[in-house]
């Protein structure tokens, strides 16, 4: 795996409990544009990591993107070292993984990894790209490459 996309999910609405919170059409709307600015990019990826939130679910799939989804609850309110751990989860031959996850672990994730970048300050629909060293996502293995707030 050499690049990494951390993404915040799109706007949600409001429900109860929290992880049955659906985007809103804002929200689609930001899935949408963040999809496309990672086409503008040259990427497209290979496999996609999500929470099993519902808002994330629905994020992923207002990207319209042609590529595998895993859905996990430990994405759900983790820390940024749980994310490190699940992208450690996925099969090393994947060049381009997409992470659409909440605040503050996706952040928290592109600190810890590049520890020396100015992280964007995550609003709904933030995508940060990642250069992933060879090895294992630890921190410090990662450089920022560009982000996006739709």
Not at 15 to 36: K, M, T
Not at 104 to 119: N, S
């Given at each position: 795996m050499t690049v990494l996309a951390l993404m915040r999910h799109g706007e949600a609405g409001m429900s109860i409990p929290d992880e049955a919170?659906?985007?809103?059409?804002h929200g689609r709307d930001q899935a949408r544009r963040s999809a496309l600015w990672l086409a503008e990019q040259g990427l497209t990826p290979d496999h996609a990591l999500v929470s099993a939130a519902?808002?994330?679910?629905?994020?992923f799939h207002a990207m319209d993107l042609r590529c595998p989804m895993t859905a996990t609850e430990d994405l759900y309110e983790c820390p940024g070292r749980r994310v490190l751990d699940e992208i450690n989860g996925v099969p090393g031959d994947i060049g381009v993984l997409l992470v659409v996850a909440h605040f503050p672990g996706v952040p928290e994730a592109a600190m810890q990894l590049d520890p020396g970048a100015e992280v964007p300050g995550f609003a709904p629909g933030t995508v940060v790209l990642m250069d992933l060293d060879d090895g294992p996502a630890t921190p410090g293995s990662g450089r920022m490459r560009s982000w996006f707030t739709p």
């Amino acid at each position: 795996m050499t690049v990494l996309a951390l993404m915040r999910h799109g706007e949600a609405g409001m429900s109860i409990p929290d992880e049955a919170r659906p985007i809103s059409a804002h929200g689609r709307d930001q899935a949408r544009r963040s999809a496309l600015w990672l086409a503008e990019q040259g990427l497209t990826p290979d496999h996609a990591l999500v929470s099993a939130a519902r808002r994330t679910v629905e994020t992923f799939h207002a990207m319209d993107l042609r590529c595998p989804m895993t859905a996990t609850e430990d994405l759900y309110e983790c820390p940024g070292r749980r994310v490190l751990d699940e992208i450690n989860g996925v099969p090393g031959d994947i060049g381009v993984l997409l992470v659409v996850a909440h605040f503050p672990g996706v952040p928290e994730a592109a600190m810890q990894l590049d520890p020396g970048a100015e992280v964007p300050g995550f609003a709904p629909g933030t995508v940060v790209l990642m250069d992933l060293d060879d090895g294992p996502a630890t921190p410090g293995s990662g450089r920022m490459r560009s982000w996006f707030t739709p």
